[in-house]
């Protein structure tokens, strides 16, 4: 595994396995439908491209023997087979009309659930941690301006990817990842060694990263003020993001935001109300 986490092919590949046929590819895509909402309608070849070299690193012969593994219950496999499929891309600041929303508009409509210590944030679908990680700087910036609860541990993030999540907890950035980052942040909230940042202390204590798929009921103990999903529905069809929309606003709380991608269409039928573009309220 490499720095940010991600897994290296070990460099001694075995055969080329027989190409994925028509019929191993609708079967793999039915159960990566089911088990994780990806829609990989007209992606076959890319599905091929991406698993290839893994599965002559692995040594399996077929597709079909790969995916005999999965489909028996291979909670790892099935893992990295998600890892593959999906893409983590993600950078600090991305989106930054929402930090703007979220500094302007959101913090100050929640000054009593700050007052009270229970503000609840969830950074749903947060790979390698830049999103959890900025909006707790926007945090602790505006709580040292307009004063604010000490609790802490204020922000979920939740990912699928098992890579991802250990390079969000490890929280160590290279200096690329860096270079939208305020020149006061990299100084508040990071410590730099070698070219390389690590998420402090202060920072790391607001965010808690947690294995969660989105296909899965949540549970969790409190509902949110804040969903945060971007660029993870671009994955899912309409009928899955339309489930997914109920599922988010039914764990939002009366007058609590979703923030969903700019390039993200919100279904036709949702109950939440459009505040501002990728920025939805559910009423009180
Ligand atoms: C492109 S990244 C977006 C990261 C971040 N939200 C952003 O906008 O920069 C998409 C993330 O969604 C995650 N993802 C895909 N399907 C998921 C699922 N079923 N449950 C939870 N996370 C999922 C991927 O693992 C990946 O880390």
């Known amino acids: 595994m490499d720095w940010i986490g991600i897994e290296r092919d070990s460099g001694f590949l075995g055969q080329r396995p027989e190409p994925l046929s028509d019929e191993d590819f609708a079967r793999m895509a ?14 076959k070849a890319m599905v091929e491209s991406r698993l290839v ?15 005999r593994t999965i489909y028996d219950g291979g909670e790892e496999e099935a893992a990295n087979l998600i890892n593959r499929l999906t893409t983590n891309y993600t950078y600090f600041l991305r989106e ?29 679908g947060c790979s390698f941690g830049n999103e959890a990680y900025t909006f707790a700087a926007c945090m602790e910036d505006y709580f040292e301006a307009h004063g604010g609860s000490a609790c802490d541990r204020r922000i979920l993030a939740t990912d699928v990817s098992r890579n991802a999540l250990i390079a969000a907890k490890t929280g160590i950035y290279a200096e690329a990842a860096m270079q939208v980052m305020p020149a006061i942040w990299k100084v508040k909230y ?19 990263f947690k294995y969660h798929n989105l296909m899965q009921p949540i549970a969790f103990k409190k509902k ?10 671009i994955y899912f069809d309409k009928p899955t993001c339309a489930q997914l929309i ?36 559910r009423d009180r």
């Not at 070299?53 to 995916?67: H, I």
């Not at 700019?262 to 949702?270: K, Q, S």
């Open 96 to 124: 930054q009309e929402h930090y703007d929303h979220f500094m302007n508009t959101f913090l100050p409509a929640m000054r009593n659930r700050i007052a009270a210590g229970e503000l609840c944030i969830w950074s749903a």
């Open 246 to 281: 109920r599922r988010f606003y039914a764990a939002t709380n009366p007058g609590g935001y979703l923030y969903i991608g700019h390039a993200e269409a919100m279904p036709a039928d949702t109950p939440y109300i459009r505040e501002q573009t990728a920025v939805y309220r």
């Open 224 to 233: 949110f003020d804040l969903i945060v999903c971007r660029n993870v529905m």
């Open 30 to 43: 039915k159960f990566v439908k089911n088990k994780f909402g990806l829609d990989l309608t007209g992606r």
């Open 190 to 208: 990071f410590t730099e060694r070698n070219g390389f940042y690590t998420v402090n202390d202060r920072l790391r204590s607001q965010v808690v």
């Open 53 to 67: 070299n893994y599965l002559m690193d692995r040594g399996f012969d077929s597709f079909s023997e790969y995916l």
